[in-house]
């Protein structure tokens, strides 16, 4: 009896704290995930979380509402339009490797590739459609990649996220390797993605208010003052990992392309909301 | 090259609201680069906005103005499609000037 | 890297700028270059280390605290290096405003021409080392006034 209660609120702690079970599918993941923040921020609404800190706490709203009157990612974009529409040696360009031209497009990334079995993120695919056409891949965490993946944002802007994990193994296995990674304790503070951005979120790592998981990546890239510059979400992944006292991965890395894969698609629903502006 | 000025300037109610960002390093000379070397000050001294052949508005700054500055200000008068011109020069006689139309 | 970057941009702007290199060379009399003229900017008040001694340099006054200026700046700073500030007054016949961060290594930070026809306000993004306060100059018919607000800045805890 005793027995059975102590594992009954072993599984409801486990709920609330790390989303779901490990073998839950990813729509159940995705409601107990929504469920966790709409209890945790009632008064949030749904699409307010694609601003990060912003969505909770006043004063670095007012903040933020002054710095957007000009946005300092405003170069990135132009940079980023210039680079989109200047054609390749071999007289493509970008528009032709993406659907629809590139625009509004952002929503689907990152997607389960099929025939390479692996998550394709828009980096990814920016650099794959630049090899394509015979030219040298872009270092990924900021500068061109950067103001590329801003302008592609810019150009999808409102689009819901509409990641999909279809029914295929290595998809599901990509998913979880992604979810498992999210929720495991890395480096030598020992924290996982969702210490501070699932149950720490909305507090404060000293001066710095921890963003919720939900919608983190919607904003990506972004120019954040700290850095002075633009970066992409490899760039925060690594800057993550080194917080934490745990060795970054590389960029575009099998584990930071699924950790993308599982965290967009827990973001699925929410708006695109970059190029964003963060501390 | 593109510009480092952006403005972006709105006419309404006889008012123009003026706003701009300067693409700009604005190093104070306080800051080491990665290798602990000191980054010498590098910064924005002047900016002067004109309207039509009318100043407008003349900031004069400091190091401690943020890098890619942001310039806020409103003027009476000025209406859509007028000239405004921005231009900036720097501690080390680098400078720059655009011509926008009011919107 | 980025910021070698910016510089060769910043020069190749030069280049092609309507008062680019070329006046800078030859032209400095041009009148639209002469108003941007650096030697008009006020050298001595931005050596200056403290408020008082920014004040005296820059308006050769001393300034009366006033209730009209309204400044607008975060009680905490998300980030030292981007703080927003912004200033407006319903004081008469402005003519200047300046901007003072006590805390920076030199207190001035900014001062504004207001020239007739242009209101009373100005809004701004600052660099800040550390907690201080930041005051509000205003020179209205010929006085100076002032206002004080403190802003907390404390170091990011992310890094990344």
């Known amino acids: ?279 | 090259m593109a510009s480092s000025i952006r403005v972006r300037a709105i006419a309404s109610d006889g008012v123009t609201d003026f706003k701009s960002l300067i693409r700009h390093p604005m190093d104070s000379g306080f800051v080491k680069d990665s290798k602990g070397k000191l980054i010498p000050p590098h910064y924005i001294k002047v900016v002067t906005v004109k309207w039509k052949d009318k100043t407008v508005f003349v900031a004069d700054w400091g190091p401690a103005v943020s890098k890619d500055p942001y310039l806020e200000f409103k003027f009476k008068g000025g209406s859509k499609g007028d000239p405004l011109t921005v231009s900036w020069v720097d501690n080390e006689g680098q400078s720059d000037s655009m011509t926008a139309k009011i919107m | 890297m980025i910021d070698e970057k910016r510089r060769l941009l910043l020069k190749c702007t030069l280049a092609t700028g309507a008062a680019g290199l070329a006046a800078g060379a030859g032209l400095i009399s041009a009148p639209a270059f002469a108003a941007t003229k650096p030697a008009q900017w006020p050298d001595d008040a931005f050596k200056q280390k403290n408020i008082d001694a920014a004040t005296q340099a820059l308006y050769g006054q001393t300034a009366v605290k006033s209730d009209k200026i309204e400044m607008n700046v975060p009680t905490i700073a998300e980030n030292g290096a981007v703080v927003p500030v912004a200033v407006k007054t319903s004081l008469p016949d402005v003519t200047s405003i300046a901007l003072m961060i006590e805390g920076n290594p030199y207190a001035l930070a900014a001062s504004f021409n207001i020239p007739q026809g242009t209101l009373p306000y100005v809004s701004n993004r600052f660099k800040m080392r550390k907690t201080s306060d930041v005051i509000a100059l205003v020179m209205s018919g010929g006085k100076l006034y002032s206002t004080t607000k403190n802003v907390k800045v404390t170091i990011g805890g992310c890094g990344g």
């Open chain 1, 1 to 279: 009896m005793h027995k059975r209660v102590a594992m009954a609120a072993a599984v409801v702690i486990g709920v609330l704290s790390t989303g779901t079970a490990a073998n839950a599918s990813p729509q159940q993941d995705l409601q107990a995930f929504r469920n966790y923040f709409k209890t945790r921020f009632p008064d949030v609404a749904f699409d307010d979380y694609v601003n990060g800190p912003y969505a909770l706490d006043k004063s670095l709203r007012a903040q933020w509402k002054s710095i957007m009157e000009f946005p300092p990612y405003a170069f990135a974009l132009d940079e980023g339009k210039k680079l989109f529409h200047t054609p390749f040696k071999n007289g493509k360009t970008y528009a032709d490797c993406f659907e629809n031209g590139g625009v509004g497009v952002r929503q689907n990334y990152p997607y389960f590739d099929k025939k390479s079995g692996q998550i394709v993120t828009l980096e990814l695919a920016i650099n794959q459609c630049r090899e394509k056409n015979g030219e040298k891949p872009l270092q990924y965490k900021k500068g061109k990649m950067a103001a590329l993946s801003a302008y592609m944002s810019y150009m999808s802007r409102g689009k819901r996220f509409d990641i999909k994990v279809p029914d295929d193994p290595r998809a599901l296995a990509a998913y979880r390797k992604g979810k498992e990674y999210f929720y495991s304790r890395h480096g030598q503070l020992g924290f996982s993605c969702a210490s501070c951005h699932v149950q720490e979120a909305g507090k404060k790592v000293r001066a710095q208010l921890l963003a919720p998981a939900l919608g983190i990546v919607a904003s990506f890239p972004i120019y954040r003052s700290k850095w002075g510059s633009m970066g992409t979400l490899d760039r925060r992944f690594g800057g993550c990992n080194r917080n934490v006292r745990a060795k970054p991965f590389k960029a575009q890395s099998e584990t930071y392309r699924d950790l993308e894969y599982f965290l967009t698609y827990m973001s699925n629903g929410l708006p695109v909301a970059g190029p964003g502006s963060r501390p």
